[in-house]
């Protein structure tokens, strides 16, 4: 298929007239006499296609010329001066084709147009299918639509064949179309003509390549289905079909995978009316003039005016149109007879019983005849498996009466007693014979040629091949149309999507699994089924599966394949010898007859010959003709008198044309009617014979390729004595490398039928889509591997084994074994099959040399040259590549013939090449004793010291060799630097140092990958790499297996340590150690299930922070030191089911619980808020049950005594003594609810009752209660004293000692580290958090003083930094909200830990402004003023120092550090403000929720807001509407809305810009009602702003007003936001207070 092509700007390379030059010469004529014409256009010819008298043309631009006998306009164009279609000026014709009488084109865009004749049809042009108008004169646009999906899709087309009464269209999605006339359609229909184009179902879900049209039958190539989708789908096929009853049982299985080969799918049941029709209406022959029946070409006796113009005329003279409608009906006839199966006799028999026969001896010829027809008869069970098929034959016309030849030839000259003529069916011609009776001698020698062609060439032919097809194929046969096309096409759609979307293969080299599949009439053998039958729908020719079928063409009444192997395959007609055989006839594929040397690798076939484009032994591709010659009248009289299988008009074989020597270099060929056309480019600069040099010499080597895959490799595989010939290893070597010489076979095949469809589709000649630039790493690869599997059988010692093998398999082929191995020698060397072998390596040079020449013919700048030049360069580097491999090869195949010995043979390896080797002491070990014996061999993959029968192995990818500098010595040594050992090698001369120290290096740096060439003598081969190795020695690494980094003989870097017993660590290493950050796994002897760390190692030692799964169930997320937990950390302790379960967060020190921490007991329901002493509580400690118990005291080995407070869920306080763990044990006093006091003694456990002595106080009614209550958290641990751990650790990561102990360069360059190795370790990280790592490595200006111009910065820098976990800075904030939760979540969440959790989280501003002012020197301290901007001019700077009290920035770290802890805290800190406001709380949503049920107007004067203030209109969606007595939540509504955001925001600062908003907001309402200076005095705004705060129902006010008063910056507390936060703390007040009656 060709690509469109934009304009005649796009051409590269070359210009006219330098090619696309058309020679055009008719068919026939003596080879010598014959001249071709020129076609001389302007422009460039790209496609040529020629019809039965006319042609078609189509030039650079997109234009199309005709010439001939355009009958459809009743002129005549000679071929010298083509007409332009000017009717398809602009369409950019890409594609064209000419049929019988017809013609089409498609456009870029896959448009088609046809013109011509249209009686049956072929057009597809509905309009103008009538008597009196029949043809086109003009191109017309067909619309091929796909109706089946919706809605329809017009298909877009991009190749289009013609019939005399058919056109076939293949569609982008490579599928096939049809319209027209006759069985050759294929479609499933019995309507005709069919006017418009009807997808060919039978070929749905397949990947059709390209299609080509006889008169009336039709080829597509399509690619082969997978194994699997042959074996899903013939499954039904084989249980449908019936088997053959007469064949046996042991044959059946095998013939029903044959018998599909002469099946005809037919579509369609035969009418009454056609089954009772006469037999002799069907069974006369229509003759011609020219001799040809019917079936053959209905213009075939026109002779072309372009070359005659004495003999012109119009084809509509010669009663076509008149017959075209009774030759479609017969033509349905012929292939709709086939379907009556039921038995006939046999027609020999039927033709002897005939009372009216000439013959004078009827017994000796009936006697000849049975005995033919019983052997025909068991030839054609034998081969087709279906004896209905076969009988079902005998009552078609033009199909053939029997599939025997004899007897058709027979039986069709005598059916008819009134007009004896001779028809050769089983040839597809009949000529006439005398009217006088046939004589028994002429009989009987029609009768042995019949039977010598049959036993050579005819259905035993097509039984054998039949079934060395049917174990290959991998693509079904056509099946009988029964149920919906649509539903079979569902069924296939999986291979249609499949292959469509891709190119041939994949991978954009054309495939060679390719089926010919042929349907339409079959009388004269042109469908290759083996038999005379039409086909309805397209059927496989099993024959020519797995033969690697690249292009097809199909004349009038023959066919033509053309494999990758440059063979041709004919069959069908021959009667003028256009088979390119001299026998006669056949019905299957056969070879062509080819002269040595010639390899076809184009072809086209006309009305009766065949023309072939081959490369020959001179440089230009050459053209071979087989077909008819120049008749005379005696010749024809001749013709008629002799036997139709041989005339002296007819070529023997394809016979080379001389005059195409003059031609330069042809790209293509095209033939049709009785014309023949060829185009040609100028070699302009080398650059044309470049490719077809290329082109040539790939073909040969494909050629040579498949037949030492057929003469050697196949006998060889199959020898059942290989494997005990070659041996165990060299067996599997050998299969290796037939499978990839197998594999090369296919690339090459590939290739070369690539670079012929470059050569003849003259649109796609891009130097850019070169197979060898496009598909390089394909064809490198490919090549090395082969290179890799003939070295290893080499080095095995395969081939001497493989020398025995070939003499007993191969001992009567020897010369053509030398003859492949290139040699004169004897076969019996080894030398031959190695050279031949290896032989494909030469190919590469001539890559590297074409693409050179070829790059030449253009300018260094272009694209072009280029990509030629780096192809060029690949292949070049490639073959030098390949060519030291092989020497390698040999030298290691030398070595071990030479060195045999069981220490040795213990090291020889397939893939394993020796370098060099020190057997004449050129190399010792250092201090090696004087009678030693040490010998050295150096591997490409290991270096091996032998000591007597022990040896070494030391592998090169954990070996370093480095020179020693000389130390006056005068020895040349090498150290040698091992993972577990490290020793000094000596080397004789200075020359054998540099030579062992250089051969090390490169095999070193080879086995690593590189390219093995780049090291110099003194310099040591890839000292950081990554490699495998077992430790063997090491005491820590012992027995273990490593991969990953090292770095001169130590582990370093990233790797996978993997022990013995189950241990594996992954992560970083460090001079032979962990280091790092790194994964181990560890087994837990006890526990089911290993232990796991994930965090921080140095020096082999778990230390900084991790995370450790113990197997036990437990999780420590924490700091380790010295592989013990110490530092802040995390604990779970595991499973609910578990005593133990539980959490601890704080402080550890040497694995045990030290410091402050914070313990939630599951179990119990305790938490515990204090300090520990080893593992033990000890110290100041807040306790809570789940009861609501609060305890607070001091604790010393894990029990509280002394001093402590215990307040319960009613609020009953205990303020006295405590002893052993809770237990009350002397003074105190309990504080009941009501405020009454018991002083006294107590003791007793709380839970179980307490035993008092003392006094009970009753305080008066005037008496603060509140003045005597102990204040809470006096015995808890103090707010600047929790979690110093976690600060000590964010201390510590920024490089201090200690808090603000430490250099603050250092700190940020210890940041900047982190975040980078943090980016770099984490390569799943999303783009945005990429980016915020990268603006994070970015060390600031630190040091400079902090002005209101850069604090912004510094304040982005910290959102940042706090955002990211992987900074300091944002671990820390992360840690801090974990504990904070942790603490104050659960059991934890009691109102009376709200103030400790306030101070706690003023205790968290306070530590880590102090880091942020050691980052940051220039902040002021905590409440400080920062000045405004420098200015430049020294003047303003001067003029500008006494403005401090005109406008100050106050920094706090409660400003600065809020917005961003606050919001990671609010929920339970909230939550602790909502539980102690929860009765204060109730009180005012009840008050809210009554007052709210009053109108507008009614509150605001229950409120007392003067009416001045009330509005009295209200907007909605812009329209003024009237506030009534009853309007509701009318008022202020902008004011209300802006107040319930403050239930959305989290810091105290942009709650009161809440407010302040609020207060805005209601003034501009106020506003329109007032004076414009009119100022707000409280008892106005109070009043009003109340009204506000009732409308808003905001939930929880109290909790944000505590919540703001707490936490507010104190320098807003006296300006006016606190102002505006007093007003809404007093609306609070005022409605809780409100009375409720």
Same mark, same amino acid.
Request: hydrophobic residues 35%; contains cysteine.
């Given at each position: 298929?060709?690509?469109?092509?934009?304009?005649?700007?796009?051409?590269?390379?070359?210009?006219?007239?330098?090619?696309?030059?058309?020679?055009?010469?008719?068919?026939?004529?003596?080879?010598?006499?014959?001249?071709?014409?020129?076609?001389?256009?302007?422009?460039?010819?790209?496609?040529?296609?020629?019809?039965?008298?006319?042609?078609?043309?189509?030039?650079?631009?997109?234009?199309?010329?005709?010439?001939?006998?355009?009958?459809?306009?009743?002129?005549?164009?000679?071929?010298?001066?083509?007409?332009?279609?000017?009717?398809?000026?602009?369409?950019?014709?890409?594609?064209?084709?000419?049929?019988?009488?017809?013609?089409?084109?498609?456009?870029?865009?896959?448009?088609?147009?046809?013109?011509?004749?249209?009686?049956?049809?072929?057009?597809?042009?509905?309009?103008?299918?009538?008597?009196?108008?029949?043809?086109?004169?003009?191109?017309?646009?067909?619309?091929?639509?796909?109706?089946?999906?919706?809605?329809?899709?017009?298909?877009?087309?991009?190749? @289009?064949?013609?019939?005399?009464?058919?056109?076939?269209?293949?569609?982008?999605?490579?599928?096939?179309?049809?319209?027209?006339?006759?069985?050759?359609?294929?479609? =499933?229909?019995?309507?005709?003509?069919?006017?418009?184009?009807?997808?060919?179902?039978?070929?749905?879900?397949?990947?059709?390549?390209?299609?080509?049209?006889?008169?009336?039958?039709?080829?597509?190539?399509?690619?082969?289905?997978?194994?699997?989708?042959?074996?899903?789908?013939?499954?039904?096929?084989?249980?449908?079909?019936?088997?053959?009853?007469?064949?046996?049982?042991?044959?059946?299985?095998?013939?029903?995978?044959?018998?599909?080969?002469?099946?005809?799918?037919?579509?369609?049941?035969?009418?009454?009316?056609?089954?009772?029709?006469?037999?002799?209406?069907?069974? =006369?022959?229509?003759?011609?003039?020219?001799?040809?029946?019917?079936?053959?070409?209905?213009?075939?006796?026109?002779?072309?005016?372009?070359?005659?113009?004495?003999?012109?005329?119009?084809?509509?003279?010669?009663?076509?149109? +008149?017959?075209?409608?009774?030759?479609?009906?017969?033509?349905?006839?012929?292939?709709?007879?086939?379907?009556?199966?039921?038995? $006939?006799?046999?027609?020999?028999?039927?033709?002897?019983?005939?009372?009216?026969?000439?013959?004078?001896?009827?017994?000796?010829?009936?006697?000849?005849?049975?005995?033919?027809?019983?052997?025909?008869?068991?030839?054609?069970?034998?081969?087709?498996?279906?004896?209905?098929?076969?009988?079902?034959?005998?009552?078609?016309?033009?199909?053939?009466?029997?599939?025997?030849?004899?007897?058709?030839?027979?039986?069709?000259?005598?059916?008819?007693?009134?007009?004896?003529?001779?028809?050769?069916?089983?040839?597809?011609?009949?000529?006439?014979? #005398?009217?006088?009776?046939?004589?028994?001698?002429?009989?009987?020698?029609?009768?042995?040629?019949?039977?010598? +062609?049959?036993?050579?060439?005819?259905?035993?032919?097509?039984?054998?091949?039949?079934?060395?097809?049917?174990?290959?194929?991998?693509? @079904?046969?056509?099946?009988?149309?029964?149920?919906?096309?649509?539903?079979?096409?569902?069924?296939?759609?999986?291979?249609?999507?499949?292959?469509?979307?891709?190119?041939?293969?994949?991978?954009?080299?054309?495939?060679?699994?390719?089926?010919?599949?042929?349907?339409?009439?079959?009388?004269?053998?042109?469908?290759?089924?083996?038999?005379?039958?039409?086909?309805?729908?397209?059927?496989?020719?099993?024959?020519?599966?797995?033969?690697?079928?690249?292009?097809?063409?199909?004349?009038?009444?023959?066919?033509?394949?053309?494999?990758?192997?440059?063979?041709?395959?004919?069959?069908?007609?021959?009667?003028?010898?256009?088979?390119?055989?001299?026998?006669?006839?056949?019905?299957?594929?056969?070879?062509?007859?080819?002269?040595?040397?010639?390899?076809?690798?184009?072809?086209?076939?006309?009305?009766?010959?065949?023309?072939? @484009?081959?490369?020959?032994?001179?440089?230009?591709?050459?053209?071979?003709?087989?077909?008819?010659?120049?008749?005379?009248?005696?010749?024809?009289?001749?013709?008629?008198?002799?036997?139709?299988?041989?005339?002296?008009?007819?070529?023997?074989?394809?016979?080379?044309?001389?005059?195409?020597?003059?031609?330069?270099?042809?790209?293509?060929?095209?033939?049709?009617?009785?014309?023949?056309?060829?185009?040609?480019?100028?070699?302009?600069?080398?650059?044309?014979?470049?490719?077809?040099?290329?082109?040539?010499?790939?073909?040969?080597?494909?050629?040579?390729?498949?037949?030492?895959?057929?003469?050697?490799?196949?006998?060889?595989?199959?020898?059942?004595?290989?494997?005990?010939?070659?041996?165990?290893?060299?067996?599997?070597?050998?299969?290796?490398?037939?499978?990839?010489?197998?594999?090369?076979?296919?690339?090459?095949?590939?290739?070369?039928?690539?670079?012929?469809?470059?050569?003849?589709?003259?649109?796609?000649?891009?130097?850019?889509?070169?197979?060898?630039?496009?598909?390089?790493?394909?064809?490198?690869?490919?090549?090395?591997?082969?290179?890799?599997?003939?070295?290893?059988?080499?080095?095995?010692?395969?081939?001497?084994?493989?020398? $025995?093998? /070939?003499?007993?398999?191969?001992?009567?082929?020897?010369?053509?074994?030398?003859?492949?191995?290139?040699?004169?020698?004897?076969?019996?060397?080894?030398?031959?099959?190695?050279?031949?072998?290896?032989?494909?390596?030469?190919?590469?040079?001539?890559?590297?040399?074409?693409?050179?020449?070829?790059?030449?013919?253009?300018?260094?700048?272009?694209?072009?040259?280029?990509?030629?030049?780096?192809?060029?360069?690949?292949?070049?580097?490639?073959?030098?590549?390949?060519?030291?491999?092989?020497?390698?090869?040999?030298?290691?195949?030398?070595?071990?013939?030479?060195?045999?010995?069981?220490?040795?043979?213990?090291?020889?390896?397939?893939?394993?090449?020796?370098?060099?080797?020190?057997?004449?002491?050129?190399?010792?070990?250092?201090?090696?004793?004087?009678?030693?014996?040490?010998?050295?061999?150096?591997?490409?993959?290991?270096?091996?010291?032998?000591?007597?029968?022990?040896?070494?192995?030391?592998?090169?990818?954990?070996?370093?060799?480095?020179?020693?500098?000389?130390?006056?010595?005068?020895?040349?040594?090498?150290?040698?630097?091992?993972?577990?050992?490290?020793?000094?090698?000596?080397?004789?001369?200075?020359?054998?140092?540099?030579?062992?120290?250089?051969?090390?290096?490169?095999?070193?740096?080879?086995?690593?990958?590189?390219?093995?060439?780049?090291?110099?003598?003194?310099?040591?081969?890839?000292?950081?790499?990554?490699?495998?190795?077992?430790?063997?020695?090491?005491?820590?690494?012992?027995?273990?297996?490593?991969?990953?980094?090292?770095?001169?003989?130590? =582990?370093?870097?990233?790797?996978?340590?993997?022990?013995?017993?189950?241990?594996?660590?992954?992560?970083?290493?460090?001079?032979?150690?962990?280091?790092?950050?790194?994964?181990?796994?560890?087994?837990?002897?006890?526990?089911?299930?290993?232990?796991?760390?994930?965090?921080?190692?140095?020096?082999?030692?778990?230390?900084?922070?991790?995370?450790?799964?113990?197997?036990?169930?437990?999780?420590?997320?924490?700091?380790?030191?010295?592989?013990?937990?110490?530092?802040?950390?995390?604990?779970?302790?595991?499973?609910?089911?578990?005593?133990?379960?539980?959490?601890?967060?704080?402080?550890?020190?040497?694995?045990?619980?030290?410091?402050?921490?914070?313990?939630?007991?599951?179990?119990?329901?305790?938490?515990?808020?204090?300090?520990?002493?080893?593992?033990?509580?000890?110290?100041?400690?807040?306790?809570?049950?789940?009861?609501?118990?609060?305890?607070?005291?001091?604790?010393?080995?894990?029990?509280?005594?002394?001093?402590?407070?215990?307040?319960?869920?009613?609020?009953?306080?205990?303020?006295?003594?405590?002893?052993?763990?809770?237990?009350?044990?002397?003074?105190?006093?309990?504080?009941?609810?009501?405020?009454?006091?018991?002083?006294?003694?107590?003791?007793?456990?709380? /839970?179980?009752?307490?035993?008092?002595?003392?006094?009970?106080?009753?305080?008066?009614?005037?008496?603060?209660?509140?003045?005597?209550?102990?204040?809470?958290?006096?015995?808890?641990?103090?707010?600047?004293?929790?979690?110093?751990?976690?600060?000590?650790?964010?201390?510590?990561?920024?490089?201090?000692?200690? +808090?603000?102990?430490?250099?603050?360069?250092?700190?940020?360059?210890?940041?900047?580290?982190?975040?980078?190795?943090?980016?770099?370790?984490?390569?799943?990280?999303?783009?945005?958090?990429?980016?915020? @790592?990268?603006?994070?490595?970015?060390?600031?200006?630190?040091?400079?003083?902090?002005?209101?111009?850069?604090?912004?910065?510094?304040?982005?820098?910290?959102?940042?930094?706090?955002?990211?976990?992987?900074?300091?800075?944002?671990?820390?904030?992360?840690?801090?909200?974990?504990?904070?939760?942790?603490?104050?979540?659960?059991?934890?969440?009691?109102?009376?830990?709200?103030?400790?959790?306030?101070?706690?989280?003023?205790?968290?501003?306070?530590?880590?402004?102090?880091?942020?002012?050691?980052?940051?020197?220039?902040?002021?301290?905590?409440?400080?003023?920062?000045?405004?901007?420098?200015?430049?001019?020294?003047? $303003?700077?001067?003029?500008? /120092?006494?403005?401090?009290?005109?406008?100050?920035?106050?920094?706090?770290?409660?400003?600065?550090?809020?917005?961003?802890?606050?919001?990671?805290?609010?929920?339970?800190?909230?939550?602790?403000?909502?539980?102690?406001?929860?009765?204060?709380?109730?009180?005012?949503?009840?008050?809210?929720?009554?007052?709210?049920?009053?109108?507008?107007?009614?509150?605001?004067?229950?409120?007392?807001?003067?009416?001045?203030?009330?509005?009295?209109?209200?907007?909605?969606?812009?329209?003024?509407?009237?506030?009534?007595?009853?309007?509701?939540?009318?008022?202020?509504?902008? +004011?209300?809305?802006?107040?319930?955001?403050?239930?959305?925001?989290?810091?105290?600062?942009?709650?009161?810009?809440?407010?302040?908003?609020?207060?805005?907001?209601?003034?501009?309402?106020?506003?329109?009602?007032?004076?414009?200076?009119?100022?707000?005095?409280?008892?106005?705004?109070?009043?009003?702003?109340?009204?506000?705060?009732?409308?808003?129902?905001?939930?929880?006010?109290?909790?944000?007003?505590?919540?703001?008063?707490?936490?507010?910056?104190?320098?807003?507390?006296?300006?006016?936001?606190?102002?505006?936060?007093?007003?809404?703390?007093?609306?609070?007040?005022?409605?809780?207070?409100? #009375?409720?009656?």
């Amino acid at each position: 298929m060709e690509k469109p092509e934009g304009s005649p700007a796009d051409e590269r390379g070359l210009q006219p007239p330098d090619r696309g030059l058309l020679h055009v010469w008719p068919s026939g004529g003596g080879t010598q006499q014959l001249c071709p014409q020129t076609v001389l256009l302007s422009r460039p010819v790209m496609h040529i296609s020629l019809g039965e008298n006319h042609g078609i043309l189509l030039a650079q631009g997109g234009l199309v010329f005709s010439f001939g006998e355009l009958s459809w306009r009743g002129v005549s164009v000679p071929v010298s001066a083509p007409v332009l279609e000017a009717s398809l000026l602009g369409r950019t014709v890409v594609h064209v084709a000419a049929g019988g009488f017809h013609c089409g084109a498609i456009s870029e865009q896959g448009c088609v147009y046809m013109w011509g004749e249209n009686t049956a049809g072929q057009c597809g042009q509905t309009d103008r299918a009538s008597v009196t108008n029949t043809t086109v004169p003009e191109p017309c646009p067909v619309t091929v639509v796909d109706s089946e999906v919706v809605p329809p899709v017009v298909v877009r087309v991009v190749s @289009l064949a013609c019939g005399w009464e058919h056109s076939l269209a293949l569609s982008a999605q490579n599928e096939l179309w049809a319209w027209g006339s006759g069985c050759q359609l294929g479609l =499933v229909t019995n309507t005709f003509p069919v006017w418009k184009p009807q997808k060919v179902e039978h070929l749905a879900g397949r990947h059709v390549i390209q299609v080509a049209c006889g008169a009336y039958h039709s080829l597509a190539l399509v690619r082969s289905l997978p194994a699997q989708d042959f074996s899903a789908q013939s499954t039904p096929k084989m249980r449908e079909r019936g088997r053959s009853p007469q064949c046996p049982l042991a044959d059946r299985e095998e013939l029903v995978t044959t018998d599909d080969a002469v099946y005809c799918p037919l579509g369609v049941e035969l009418s009454e009316v056609t089954r009772s029709e006469p037999s002799s209406r069907r069974r =006369v022959p229509r003759l011609h003039p020219a001799g040809m029946s019917s079936g053959s070409s209905r213009g075939s006796s026109a002779s072309l005016s372009s070359f005659s113009d004495d003999s012109r005329s119009n084809p509509k003279q010669r009663n076509f149109p +008149a017959c075209s409608r009774l030759e479609a009906e017969e033509n349905r006839a012929e292939c709709a007879s086939q379907t009556d199966g039921s038995p $006939k006799a046999n027609p020999a028999s039927d033709w002897a019983a005939n009372k009216d026969s000439a013959f004078s001896d009827d017994l000796e010829l009936q006697s000849l005849l049975d005995k033919l027809s019983v052997q025909s008869e068991s030839q054609n069970a034998t081969a087709t498996g279906d004896t209905d098929s076969v009988s079902s034959q005998t009552g078609s016309e033009d199909s053939c009466i029997s599939s025997t030849p004899s007897s058709d030839l027979l039986t069709s000259s005598y059916k008819d007693d009134s007009n004896f003529k001779m028809q050769t069916n089983n040839g597809g011609a009949s000529a006439p014979l #005398s009217s006088s009776p046939v004589c028994l001698e002429e009989v009987r020698l029609c009768v042995e040629r019949e039977r010598q +062609a049959l036993l050579g060439c005819s259905l035993t032919n097509a039984h054998q091949k039949g079934n060395a097809a049917a174990s290959g194929r991998r693509s @079904l046969p056509g099946t009988p149309t029964h149920g919906s096309p649509r539903r079979r096409r569902q069924a296939a759609s999986g291979s249609l999507c499949a292959g469509a979307a891709s190119d041939d293969s994949g991978d954009g080299l054309p495939s060679l699994e390719t089926e010919v599949w042929s349907w339409g009439r079959g009388s004269e053998g042109q469908l290759g089924h083996g038999d005379h039958l039409a086909r309805l729908q397209p059927l496989c020719i099993k024959s020519l599966t797995g033969q690697e079928v690249i292009k097809v063409a199909a004349g009038s009444h023959h066919s033509l394949a053309l494999t990758a192997q440059c063979q041709v395959y004919s069959w069908g007609s021959n009667l003028c010898g256009q088979l390119g055989r001299v026998d006669g006839p056949v019905t299957v594929p056969q070879l062509a007859k080819l002269s040595d040397g010639l390899r076809v690798w184009d072809l086209s076939a006309g009305q009766s010959h065949s023309l072939l @484009l081959a490369d020959g032994d001179c440089v230009q591709p050459v053209l071979l003709y087989c077909g008819q010659q120049s008749e005379s009248a005696h010749s024809e009289k001749l013709q008629s008198q002799s036997s139709p299988l041989k005339t002296k008009s007819c070529t023997e074989r394809p016979t080379l044309l001389p005059f195409c020597i003059e031609m330069s270099y042809i790209s293509s060929v095209s033939g049709g009617g009785r014309l023949c056309a060829a185009l040609m480019d100028h070699n302009v600069m080398g650059f044309i014979a470049a490719i077809h040099d290329l082109a040539s010499r790939e073909r040969q080597f494909s050629c040579w390729m498949n037949d030492v895959r057929r003469v050697v490799i196949a006998p060889l595989r199959k020898k059942e004595t290989a494997c005990q010939t070659l041996g165990d290893p060299c067996t599997h070597l050998f299969f290796a490398l037939c499978d990839s010489f197998i594999q090369l076979s296919k690339l090459i095949g590939r290739h070369a039928t690539a670079l012929s469809y470059f050569l003849q589709n003259a649109q796609s000649r891009d130097v850019t889509s070169f197979p060898l630039l496009t598909h390089s790493e394909l064809f490198l690869e490919t090549y090395k591997k082969y290179c890799s599997a003939v070295g290893d059988f080499q080095v095995m010692g395969g081939f001497q084994s493989l020398h $025995k093998l /070939s003499l007993e398999c191969l001992c009567g082929q020897q010369a053509v074994l030398s003859q492949l191995c290139g040699s004169d020698q004897s076969v019996s060397k080894e030398f031959d099959l190695v050279s031949m072998f290896y032989q494909p390596l030469q190919q590469l040079h001539h890559y590297s040399r074409v693409l050179l020449k070829m790059a030449t013919c253009y300018d260094v700048l272009t694209e072009e040259y280029q990509s030629l030049q780096q192809g060029c360069s690949h292949y070049d580097a490639l073959s030098l590549s390949l060519l030291r491999k092989k020497k390698e090869a040999e030298t290691t195949q030398l070595f071990w013939k030479t060195h045999s010995g069981k220490t040795t043979e213990s090291l020889r390896l397939p893939q394993r090449r020796v370098i060099c080797e020190s057997s004449n002491r050129s190399l010792t070990p250092q201090f090696a004793g004087r009678f030693s014996n040490h010998w050295f061999i150096l591997f490409n993959d290991i270096l091996v010291h032998t000591q007597f029968s022990s040896f070494r192995i030391y592998p090169l990818t954990c070996l370093w060799a480095k020179t020693i500098t000389e130390d006056g010595s005068g020895f040349y040594t090498i150290k040698i630097i091992c993972p577990e050992e490290s020793f000094t090698l000596v080397a004789s001369t200075p020359q054998e140092k540099n030579k062992w120290l250089r051969s090390l290096n490169q095999a070193v740096d080879q086995v690593l990958g590189g390219a093995g060439q780049g090291s110099s003598p003194g310099v040591t081969a890839a000292v950081c790499r990554t490699a495998s190795y077992k430790f063997v020695t090491d005491e820590r690494f012992r027995d273990a297996q490593y991969s990953g980094s090292w770095m001169a003989g130590r =582990v370093h870097g990233r790797g996978t340590m993997k022990w013995p017993d189950g241990r594996v660590y992954k992560g970083n290493f460090k001079g032979g150690l962990e280091d790092g950050y790194g994964e181990c796994v560890m087994p837990n002897k006890a526990q089911d299930k290993p232990d796991v760390y994930q965090g921080q190692w140095k020096e082999g030692k778990i230390h900084g922070f991790g995370k450790y799964k113990y197997g036990s169930g437990e999780v420590y997320d924490g700091c380790f030191c010295d592989g013990r937990r110490h530092g802040y950390g995390m604990l779970s302790a595991g499973k609910l089911a578990r005593t133990s379960s539980g959490l601890f967060i704080g402080q550890w020190v040497q694995d045990k619980k030290t410091g402050y921490g914070v313990h939630d007991d599951i179990m119990r329901g305790e938490k515990y808020m204090g300090f520990w002493l080893d593992d033990q509580r000890h110290g100041s400690a807040v306790v809570l049950t789940q009861y609501g118990v609060y305890f607070e005291g001091s604790f010393k080995e894990n029990k509280m005594s002394g001093s402590g407070l215990l307040v319960s869920d009613d609020d009953t306080v205990f303020h006295g003594e405590f002893s052993d763990d809770w237990t009350v044990n002397g003074k105190g006093v309990l504080t009941l609810a009501n405020g009454d006091r018991l002083d006294g003694l107590f003791s007793g456990e709380w /839970s179980a009752g307490l035993k008092v002595v003392g006094t009970y106080v009753k305080p008066a009614m005037d008496e603060n209660k509140e003045k005597d209550e102990p204040p809470l958290g006096q015995y808890a641990v103090p707010a600047a004293q929790r979690w110093i751990c976690v600060f000590d650790e964010c201390w510590s990561r920024l490089g201090c000692d200690g +808090a603000g102990n430490g250099e603050r360069t250092a700190a940020w360059e210890n940041i900047a580290v982190t975040i980078t190795t943090a980016r770099r370790q984490s390569p799943d990280l999303s783009k945005s958090h990429t980016k915020v @790592l990268e603006s994070l490595e970015f060390i600031p200006q630190y040091g400079e003083a902090v002005t209101t111009a850069n604090y912004d910065n510094i304040r982005r820098y910290l959102t940042k930094a706090c955002e990211t976990p992987h900074h300091p800075l944002g671990w820390l904030v992360e840690t801090l909200v974990t504990a904070y939760r942790m603490t104050y979540v659960g059991v934890g969440s009691n109102r009376r830990l709200l103030r400790q959790a306030v101070l706690e989280l003023q205790a968290y501003l306070t530590h880590l402004y102090s880091i942020i002012r050691f980052l940051f020197p220039g902040l002021p301290d905590d409440g400080g003023i920062i000045p405004d901007a420098p200015d430049i001019s020294p003047y $303003k700077t001067r003029r500008n /120092s006494n403005k401090v009290d005109q406008g100050v920035f106050v920094v706090s770290c409660s400003s600065l550090l809020l917005p961003l802890l606050l919001p990671r805290l609010y929920p339970p800190l909230f939550t602790l403000y909502c539980l102690q406001q929860e009765q204060e709380e109730a009180q005012y949503w009840e008050r809210i929720l009554r007052l709210n049920k009053q109108p507008d107007q009614a509150l605001l004067g229950f409120l007392g807001v003067q009416e001045k203030f009330w509005p009295h209109w209200m907007s909605i969606l812009g329209e003024k509407k009237q506030i009534v007595s009853s309007s509701k939540d009318a008022c202020f509504i902008s +004011a209300v809305e802006t107040l319930q955001q403050i239930s959305t925001t989290f810091t105290p600062s942009d709650k009161l810009l809440v407010i302040q908003k609020t207060f805005e907001e209601l003034t501009l309402e106020v506003k329109p009602f007032l004076a414009g200076d009119f100022l707000w005095c409280m008892d106005d705004l109070f009043p009003l702003f109340l009204y506000v705060v009732l409308r808003a129902r905001v939930r929880n006010l109290g909790a944000e007003v505590s919540l703001i008063e707490d936490l507010m910056d104190p320098s807003l507390q006296h300006g006016e936001m606190g102002l505006m936060f007093t007003t809404l703390k007093a609306c609070f007040i005022q409605i809780q207070q409100e #009375s409720t009656t």
